[in-house]
């Protein structure tokens, strides 16, 4: 069974989706953090384990945790700063990992031969890939960050924790599949 990025990526959606329509923060982390266990069942069953799903539960868990324990003044923090630490803390690793292991390399291998892997072409389009991802998350941070310092204002949380977030995967998308066109068209 071949691994999904977008399952691994399931908690931080569920996490957003959860505290963004009030769920207490440390049932939204709870919540997030049983996806993401759930997301890696998967692939620690098959043998090989992501990096990607192993931060979701480790992000949430560690965030469920405070907010259960820490008392109200915890609980504010993660319900004001939860998105902006958990994207935080995935655009660090998926950077950090960047030069090692792009974590995007973990998916492609389970779709392209074996022959292929360690190609200049391979590593460095899942280095690209990666990188761009980490950028993206990154903004998505940024974006986050700023919502979390006006948590009245409604419009500026729909753009920066729902737009932007949205904007910026679906160009990513686009951007990988424009990059896959054109590499086709080259090895043609």
Not at 118 to 141: C, E, H, I
Request: positive net charge.
């Amino acid at each position: 069974m071949k691994s999904n990025p977008l399952l691994s990526l399931a908690p931080w959606i569920v996490f957003t989706l959860a505290a963004g329509n009030g769920v207490p923060a440390q049932w939204s982390a709870a919540l997030a953090a049983l996806v993401a266990l759930a997301a890696a069942v998967p692939s620690i069953c098959a043998g090989r384990p992501k990096l990607l799903d192993a931060m979701g539960v480790v992000t949430f868990a560690v965030l469920s945790v405070l907010a259960f324990a820490g008392g109200h003044g915890v609980q504010a923090f993660v319900t004001d700063h939860g998105r902006t630490v958990a994207t935080g803390a995935l655009a660090v690793l998926i950077l950090v990992t960047l030069p090692f292991m792009p974590f995007t390399e973990q998916y492609a291998r389970e779709q392209a031969p074996r022959i292929v892997w360690d190609s200049p072409q391979f590593k460095r389009t899942n280095r690209l890939f990666s990188a761009v991802w980490g950028g993206v998350f990154a903004l998505m941070t940024l974006a986050h960050f700023v919502a979390s310092q006006a948590p009245g204002n409604t419009a500026l949380g729909v753009v920066c924790n729902w737009i932007v977030p949205i904007l910026a995967v679906q160009r990513m998308f686009a951007f990988m599949k424009r990059y896959r066109a054109r590499q086709s068209l080259r090895s043609a």
